[in-house]
């Protein structure tokens, strides 16, 4: 078991989300302070989650609003460091998404790339209201994948449809459809350049649970095996 820093979006936001459903403690510090919250929301649109003291006779304004923070889970299993967004309440807080975060003891989530295999992955926009829109397959290839998340390779006229936090289906891979649900949340859009100088997207989607990237995983590895 070893230390791992983490500095990918989708993983950071779902063990951000993984402290919120389980209220794990936090501790918070500063210079000569120490305090326990919990997360009562995530905001993935502004990139924040919204704290609380975990003990609602502790009074948050004694913290430093222009101060880094410091913080690591109740079991001490992560730590990132942080800074707030604007005042700090005695009753609530809101801080910034680390950008990072070390992972003790804990062992590395292999993720594959597929730079050089093409397996090419179809999925719907469930966000759509528009029914048509919304059963509508759309394709794209796999850029990397772990067990909490999946990066696609796209074109804009694809990127065009989506906005961050949708919900995404997933249907086919390499023609082969799944036999259970796989699902999850869109977290990011970035632009690149390839070597040519011509511009792709990559998306970034973190599954809905543990279950849909072990399923996904499997899949994949088929896949692969079967190619091979």
Do not use: W
């Not at 967004?85 to 680390?98: D, E, H, L, N």
């Not at 990127?159 to 936090?165: A, H, L, T, V, Y």
Request: neutral net charge; proline residues 4%.
């Amino acid at each position: 078991m070893d230390s791992l820093v983490v500095n990918d979006g989708a993983s950071i936001l779902k063990i951000c989300e993984n402290s919120y459903a389980h209220k794990t403690p936090l501790i918070l510090h500063q210079p000569g302070l120490k305090f326990k919250a919990v997360i009562v929301a995530v905001n993935l649109n502004a990139q924040e989650l919204v704290i609380r003291p975990a003990d609602p006779s502790t009074d948050f304004s004694v913290l430093d609003p222009n101060t880094d923070l410091f913080i690591n889970n109740a079991p001490n299993s992560i730590l990132f460091r942080t800074n707030f967004r604007g005042k700090v309440r005695p009753f609530f807080a809101i801080i910034k998404i680390p950008d990072s975060l070390l992972i003790r003891n804990h062992r590395e989530t292999q993720r594959t790339n597929f730079n050089h295999i093409k397996l090419p992955v179809h999925f719907k926009n469930f966000t759509i209201f528009d029914y048509q829109l919304r059963n509508q397959q759309i394709e794209a290839d796999i850029f990397d994948l772990s067990e909490s998340g999946i990066a696609l390779k796209t074109e804009v006229e694809t990127i065009q449809r989506f906005k961050e936090n949708d919900k995404i289906i997933f249907t086919l891979v390499n023609g082969y459809s799944f036999t259970r649900k796989v699902e999850g949340r869109l977290i990011y859009v970035k632009e690149y350049e390839n070597f040519m100088h011509e511009s792709y997207y990559k998306m970034g989607i973190a599954f809905s649970d543990d279950s849909c990237g072990v399923t996904f995983k499997r899949f994949i590895d088929n896949q692969i095996y079967i190619q091979s």
